[in-house]
């Protein structure tokens, strides 16, 4: 199960601001790391695995591929709880190449024999802030400016994620949900970056 928390940025100075700030909801803020994610989201022609729930997602990394499967909705407020599966490859393969696994087990059974197509990809830039109690890890927060890329289009938003690290509770979850949305309204996003993308994309 992922637990995290979704809000939007309004604009390019309160994501600037976030990124500079020393403290949130009383805890002490890291020093950035900047990442770039590349997400190739795959499905049938027919789209089986959007229509059982889920959505399915490629990640290149400098260690190989990542392939995630994360159940849709789950929203209450900004808080996302989801069904995450997730396997390493060293290489991109068909998923009845995929090692043994729940995910692979799960996918196969969605799709039957079609093949994995590419549905659209989102593009990240990641700037990674650890939020710290006592020089210990509680959260991890990102703020990543996404840039969404069909063969038709291409659009840029802004988005902060809060991720708990173990083993951290909901309750400290909520303190810096609370916090984001009554100091620094920011408005709560229901939908996750793929059902975003749905939704401009005019198929949600």
């Not at 939007?8 to 600037?16: E, K, N």
């Not at 840039?147 to 083993?167: C, I, K, M, Q």
């Amino acid at each position: 199960m992922e637990i995290e928390a979704k809000f939007t940025v309004p604009d390019p100075s309160v994501y600037w601001r976030l990124q500079t700030a020393a403290h949130l909801a009383g805890y002490s803020l890291s020093t950035t790391q900047v990442k770039p994610v590349w997400d190739t989201y795959l499905d049938t022609k027919n789209q089986r695995i959007l229509a059982a729930g889920y959505s399915c997602r490629r990640r290149a990394t400098r260690e190989g591929i990542v392939i995630t499967l994360k159940s849709l909705g789950g929203a209450e407020g900004a808080v996302h709880r989801r069904r995450k599966y997730e396997l390493n490859m060293a290489t991109s393969r068909p998923p009845v190449d995929w090692p043994d696994s729940p995910l692979r087990d799960l996918v196969l059974q969605l799709i039957g024999q079609e093949p994995l197509l590419t549905f659209f990809e989102l593009r990240q830039t990641r700037v990674i802030r650890m939020l710290k109690e006592d020089d210990q890890p509680v959260a991890e927060l990102s703020l990543d400016s996404v840039s969404l890329v069909t063969a038709e289009t291409e659009r840029v938003y802004l988005v902060l994620e809060v991720e708990l690290l173990p083993p951290t509770t909901e309750g400290t979850l909520m303190t810096i949900a609370g916090c984001l949305q009554d100091g620094w309204h920011l408005k709560p996003e229901p939908l996750s970056k793929f059902e975003r993308a749905l939704d401009l994309l005019n198929l949600l």
